[in-house]
T-cell receptor, first 112, second 112 residues
Framework: DVKVTQSSRYLVKRTGEKVFLECVQD?????MFWYRQDPGLGLRLIYF???????EKGDIPEGYSVSREKKERFSLILESASTNQTSMYLC???????????FGNGTRLTVT | DAKTTQPNSMESNEEEPVHLPCNHS???????IHWYRQLPSQGPEYVIH???SNVNNRMASLAIAEDRKSSTLILHRATLRDAAVYYC?????????????FGAGTRLFVKA
């Protein structure tokens, strides 16, 4: 089974801090994704990557950046955390095309 | 990007079949229909996907309308463990499946 591991389940940070959310997948998938999930809004795509060092903006990239230095690892960076970035963050991976997305169990980030 | 429409919630009795509907009237020829479910405190889990023909797997069945503008996820015998939020999404193989849009999904309640 594909495993997508997010480094933290819960994280509490202060406004203005730089925050790193890490995601690792073990199935050599080319594609990796970062979503955030908020009540009533479903999952919204922040960034995705289709190869090492390649990244594309999703629907809500403002306030975020990403890094993919190795194929198995995709990091989401909040340059200066704000309270409106309090959310559940979900990482996913897949092979290209129509194949299933495989999700991690999420990181619930609270910014105070 | 094509979107999907699902009822906000549905209720079922345990051990009865459940039919979860999804409308996707703007589907394109290269969109695959995917279903995921999300249990509390977990990331979404892949259930099933298809393009034109009906599909069966150990978890569920997927019935796709002939014009592909709607589909139905069928759980043959609901159990309490099937209580979750079910998402119907479209993955466009023509664009690599990157910009996959999730709606709010259907929350399924299962009564014992």
């Amino acid at each position: 089974d594909v495993k997508v591991t997010q480094s933290s389940r819960y994280l509490v940070k202060r406004t203005g801090e730089k925050v790193f959310l890490e995601c690792v997948q073990d199935m050599d998938h080319e594609n990796m994704f970062w979503y955030r999930q908020d009540p009533g809004l479903g999952l919204r795509l922040i960034y995705f990557s289709y190869d090492v060092k390649m990244k594309e903006k999703g629907d809500i990239p403002e306030g975020y950046s990403v890094s993919r230095e190795k194929k198995e690892r995709f990091s989401l960076i909040l340059e200066s955390a704000s309270t409106n970035q309090t959310s559940m963050y979900l990482c996913a991976s897949s092979i290209p095309g129509s194949s299933p997305l495989h999700f991690g169990n999420g990181t619930r980030l609270t910014v105070t | 990007d094509a979107k999907t429409t699902q009822p906000n919630s549905m209720e079922s009795n345990e051990e009865e079949p459940v039919h979860l509907p999804c409308n996707h009237s703007t589907i394109s020829g290269t969109d695959y229909i995917h279903w995921y479910r999300q249990l509390p405190s977990q990331g979404p889990e892949y259930v099933i996907h298809g393009l034109t023909s009906n599909v069966n797997n150990r978890m569920a069945s997927l019935a796709i309308a002939e014009d592909r503008k709607s589909s139905t996820l069928i759980l043959h015998r609901a159990t309490l463990r099937d209580a979750a939020v079910y998402y119907c999404i479209l993955r466009d193989v023509g664009t690599g499946g990157f910009k996959t849009i999730f709606g709010a999904g259907t929350r399924l309640f299962v009564k014992a």
